[in-house]
C-alpha cells in the first residue's frame, strides 16, 4: 500500500478557534512558511460550535482576565482585522454575575480590584441596581452582582467563518476529515500519522482541545486536562426580556437573549462525572429548568427549540494552557474552556511564540512547564 505524504514548514492539529487562529497569525506573521491546518471533522464539528457565545473579562484571574482583554479590541474590529463585513453578531449588552451571598459578594469585589488591574471597567453593583439592570430577573437572594459593559455575546459560527476565511486568504492550507493518530519526533521536526497518511512538519501547534492527551500522552508529556459534560438548552425566540448576559453561580448556569431573541442557558452538571462523554442527558433537563425559571421567570412558557451538550477543559487553574512542550518545536494551545473569548489573543501570541518572537510574560506564564514547576498555581474563582 502507498503512503501519501505531505510537508509543511508548521502543521496545526485542530480547526476550532485556537487552531484557526493560530495558523491564520502564523502565516500573517511569516507568510514565507507554510503552514497546513488538519481537523478531523468537518467546519464547525467542534466545541466551538457547541459554545454558549459569551465574551467577558469579568475573571478572577490574571491569565483570563489579561486574555480577554487582548481579545476585545479583535472582536469590536472584527470586520478590519480580518477582512469580513458579514459581521459577527457582537452583542455588546454586557455581563452581569450575580452574587447571592456575601460570600460571593466579597469574590467579586476582589475580582474587580484585578480586573481594574488591567483596565476592565467593571463596577460592583448593589442589588437595587442589579434589578433596574435587569428587571425580567428573580431577585430573591440577590444582593449585588458585577457588571462590565464591554462584555457580552458573538456569533460562534460567524467567527469560525471568519477566522476560516482570513486562514485560507492568508495562505493557510486546510483539510477536513483528516484524524490524526501520532505525533513522532524525527530529526528535530515531526511526522504525524493519520490512516495511511504521513505529514513531515518542522513544528507542529497541537489545538485538540480536551483531546490533547489522546496526542501526547504517548510522548511522555503530560497536559493536565480533564473533559467535563455541560449542556446548552436554546428557547423559541422571546420578546425582549434580557439585556445583559447573565451568570448566576448560585443556579450553576449562564443565561443570554442572542440577537434573534432566542434565550440561550448553559448549565453545567456538577453531579456528573468528568469523562469524555458529551451526550447530553434527560436528568440534567428538569433540574436546570427548574433553576433557569426560578432565574428568570418568564422562562416558565418558553418553548424549547433544541439541547447540545459539550465538553469544558478543565485545567488544574482553570487556564488556557498556550506554549512549547518540553520537546522542543512542539507547542499546544488548550483552551481552559474559555476558548472562544479568548480565541483571538491566544492564537496571536502563540503564532509569536511558535515563530520565536517575544511574548509578554504574562503569557509566558501560561506555558505547560507551569504544573511541573512546583510553584504555586493562580487558580480562577470564577467558573460556573
Ligand atoms: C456548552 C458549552 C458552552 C460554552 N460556552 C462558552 C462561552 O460562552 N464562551 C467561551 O469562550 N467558551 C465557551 N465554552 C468553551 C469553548 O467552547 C471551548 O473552550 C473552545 O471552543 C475550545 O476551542 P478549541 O479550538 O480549543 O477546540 P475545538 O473548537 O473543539 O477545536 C478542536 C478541534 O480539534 C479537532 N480534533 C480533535 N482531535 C483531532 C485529531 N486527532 N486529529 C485532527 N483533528 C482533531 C476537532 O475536530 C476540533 O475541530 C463552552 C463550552 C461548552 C461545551
Redesign the pocket.
Known amino acids: 500500500m502507498s503512503t501519501l505524504c505531505m510537508t509543511a514548514d508548521i502543521a496545526v492539529?485542530?480547526?476550532?478557534?485556537?487552531?484557526?487562529s493560530a495558523a491564520l497569525w502564523l502565516r500573517r506573521l511569516r507568510p514565507d512558511l507554510s503552514v497546513l491546518l488538519?481537523?478531523?471533522?468537518d467546519f464547525a464539528?467542534?466545541?466551538?460550535?457547541?459554545?454558549?457565545?459569551?465574551?467577558r473579562a469579568q475573571w478572577g484571574a490574571a491569565g483570563n482576565i489579561r486574555l480577554c482583554q487582548e481579545s476585545l479590541p479583535s472582536y469590536e474590529n472584527f470586520a478590519e482585522e480580518f477582512g469580513y463585513p458579514e459581521g459577527i453578531e457582537f452583542k455588546q449588552d454586557g455581563y452581569l454575575i450575580l452574587a447571592h451571598g456575601e460570600e460571593q459578594l466579597d469574590q467579586l469585589r476582589r475580582n474587580i480590584a484585578l480586573q481594574a488591574r488591567f483596565g476592565v471597567d467593571s463596577a460592583l453593583l448593589t442589588a437595587e441596581e442589579v434589578a433596574r439592570l435587569a428587571p425580567g430577573l428573580n431577585p430573591a437572594g440577590v444582593v449585588g452582582g458585577s457588571f462590565c459593559a464591554r462584555d457580552g455575546?458573538l456569533s460562534?459560527f460567524r467567527v469560525l467563518d471568519g477566522f476560516h476565511r482570513a486562514a485560507l486568504r492568508s495562505g493557510v492550507v486546510i483539510r477536513h476529515g483528516?484524524?490524526?493518530?501520532s505525533i513522532e519526533p524525527r530529526n528535530g521536526a515531526f511526522r504525524l500519522r493519520?490512516g495511511g497518511e504521513s505529514i513531515e512538519a518542522g513544528r507542529v501547534v497541537v489545538?485538540?482541545?480536551?483531546?490533547i492527551p489522546?496526542?501526547l500522552g504517548p510522548l511522555g508529556i503530560d497536559i493536565p486536562v480533564q473533559p467535563y459534560?455541560?449542556?446548552?438548552f436554546v428557547t423559541e425566540p422571546l420578546p425582549p426580556r434580557l439585556g445583559p448576559c447573565v451568570v448566576s453561580f448560585a443556579h450553576e448556569m449562564?443565561l443570554n437573549q442572542t440577537v434573534r431573541g432566542s434565550v440561550v442557558v448553559?448549565a453545567s452538571d456538577r453531579r456528573r462525572a468528568l469523562g469524555a462523554d458529551?451526550r447530553p442527558t434527560a436528568d440534567l433537563f428538569p433540574r436546570a429548568a427548574a433553576h433557569a425559571i426560578d432565574l428568570l421567570p418568564a422562562l416558565g412558557t418558553a418553548r424549547l427549540l433544541r439541547s447540545?451538550?459539550?465538553?469544558?477543559?478543565i485545567t488544574p487553574d482553570m487556564l488556557a494552557v498556550l506554549g512549547e512542550t518540553a520537546l522542543p518545536g512542539l507547542f499546544v494551545?488548550?483552551?481552559?474552556?474559555?476558548?472562544?473569548?479568548?480565541?483571538p489573543a491566544a492564537g496571536r501570541l502563540l503564532a509569536h511564540l511558535v515563530d520565536g518572537q517575544a511574548v509578554p510574560d504574562w503569557f509566558a506564564r501560561l506555558s505547560p512547564a507551569r504544573f511541573a514547576s512546583g510553584e504555586e498555581l493562580e487558580k480562577e474563582p470564577a467558573i460556573v
Open positions: 492539529i485542530g480547526g476550532g478557534a485556537y487552531g484557526l488538519l481537523d478531523r471533522s464539528g467542534n466545541e466551538t460550535g457547541r459554545c454558549g457565545a459569551g465574551f455575546s460562534p483528516v484524524t490524526i493518530e493519520a489545538a485538540t482541545d480536551t483531546r489522546q496526542l459534560p455541560n449542556q446548552a449562564f448553559v458529551a447540545w451538550a459539550g465538553l469544558y477543559s494551545a488548550l483552551s481552559g474552556a474559555k476558548g472562544f473569548m479568548t480565541a
